[in-house]
């Protein structure tokens, strides 16, 4: 029964296989064109959005922060003596081993020890020389030490910004604090304006760092940056983005509920930045027995520290935390008798 396939019948196969694989290409490239044909326009503009998003995503940081503004923040950051107050430049390491700049400014000798110290994180734009005005009254009229922080790219500090790195820039300072022994480690207050409240609540939230800060104050801040995009861009679109599409998210709406230590949240009802409805938001998410809302009607964005009653009115805060108020959601009053019954703070100005 053996034999062979005659050539010709070879050929014949072959030329069959070539014209159904043909006939099969044929009516897929009818398809593809029939499809394209008919949403067409739904395929480009699909490619158009994720186009424009994926360049939104690649650019967020360089619309959130802005380290070279004004001109030259980047290469110089005013000192603390130009404002007569006693300080120490300190590059601290992250743990990601990128270099940050800080100044510590202390109180005198004989009462650095004994003094609450402030850690002090700033805005989104230029450096943290731009806030010595702030901490002359911080330093002369709540007596306390100043820890100023420079986030990674900015002022003399290596790197580049990013939500994370400014998470692990605000761990290095509490962890430079607990190197020192010439501090009070029990009274340690973390503050934060604007972009600085963000971190300051992402910090004061962590669980390893919670029990080593005594009060917090933000000042200005926002819920998150996805609401702040629909507020400063206007585009009804954003409510429909999911999450990932943000780079940077700050999502401090949510780690306020996780909050206990005693909060001060400062809010300038004339901020044309930040609605001040957003501080109001914050304050009442927070999960503290001990909690705050300080509300300044003219205070602005950037100035609310400058009018009259501020410092008085942190004073009065803090003096209650330190006899450890039991009463929730107790009331800030600018009352002389309160603050000349607590010797640190017997001498605060009005501004």
């Not at 601290?92 to 402030?118: C, E, L, N, V, W």
């Not at 000042?219 to 943000?246: C, H």
Request: aromatic letters at 14%; hydrophobic letters at 40%; glycine letters at 8%.
């Amino acid at each position: 029964m053996g034999g062979y396939v005659p050539f010709s019948r070879l050929t014949a196969i072959f030329f069959r296989m070539v014209l159904r694989v043909w006939a099969y290409s044929g009516l897929v490239l009818v398809f593809c064109f029939l499809l394209y044909y008919m949403y067409g326009g739904i395929f480009a503009v699909s490619l158009l959005f994720f186009a424009v998003t994926g360049i939104l995503y690649q650019v967020q940081d360089n619309l959130l922060f802005n380290p070279e503004l004004p001109t030259h923040s980047r290469v110089y950051v005013p000192i603390p003596s130009m404002f007569n107050l006693p300080y120490e430049s300190i590059m601290a390491r992250t743990s990601d081993g990128i270099q940050i700049h800080m100044y510590f400014i202390s109180q005198t000798k004989d009462k650095q020890r004994s003094a609450p110290t402030i850690i002090f994180f700033h805005g989104n734009a230029g450096n943290m020389g731009h806030r010595l005005q702030n901490c002359v009254g911080f330093y002369h009229n709540l007596q306390c030490n100043i820890l100023l922080v420079e986030y990674r790219g900015y002022g003399l500090s290596e790197g580049s910004p990013s939500e994370d790195g400014l998470y692990l820039d605000a761990k290095a300072s509490i962890d430079y604090l607990y190197t020192r022994n010439d501090i009070c480690h029990s009274e340690i207050i973390v503050f934060g304006r604007s972009l600085g409240g963000a971190v300051a609540i992402d910090l004061a939230t962590r669980e390893e760092y919670a029990g080593k800060i005594w009060c917090l104050m933000v000042e200005n801040t926002f819920t998150s940056i996805p609401d702040m995009a629909k507020v400063l861009l206007g585009w009804r679109i954003l409510q429909y983005f999911p999450l990932f599409f943000y780079k940077n998210k700050f999502l401090s709406y949510q780690k306020v509920s996780h909050l206990r230590i005693p909060t001060l949240f400062i809010s300038g009802l004339a901020d044309t930045l930040v609605p001040p409805r957003m501080m109001q938001e914050l304050h009442s998410s927070c999960s503290s027995v001990r909690k705050q809302i300080l509300q300044i009607p003219t205070g602005t964005h950037n100035e609310t520290w400058q009018l009259q009653g501020y410092y008085r009115s942190l004073a009065v805060f803090l003096g209650s935390c330190r006899i450890k108020s039991t009463v929730s959601d107790f009331d800030i009053k600018i009352d002389n008798e309160k603050t000349k019954n607590n010797g640190l703070w017997s001498n605060v100005q009005t501004i």
